[in-house]
């Protein structure tokens, strides 16, 4: 036969391709550093389980995480 066979890579990839999830804009990592300011106006300070993060939600660049 000149179909390839059925594989879970293949199904896994398709599913993926499809999904709402993959249209979702990607989302900014932390920069992580031992000393954490806010770098503008928009920036704010918040602990969460137990560490001190500045968000932005102005600009996603300024997202940093102390530790």
Known sequence: STRAAWSPLVAARTTIALSPLSRMAPTRAYQVRAS??????HCYDAMRK???YILCKK?????QRQG
């Not at 600009?59 to 997202?63: G, M, R």
């Open 59 to 63: 600009n996603p660049k300024h997202k």
């Open 36 to 41: 954490i300011k806010p770098r503008c106006q």
């Open 50 to 52: 137990g560490r001190r």
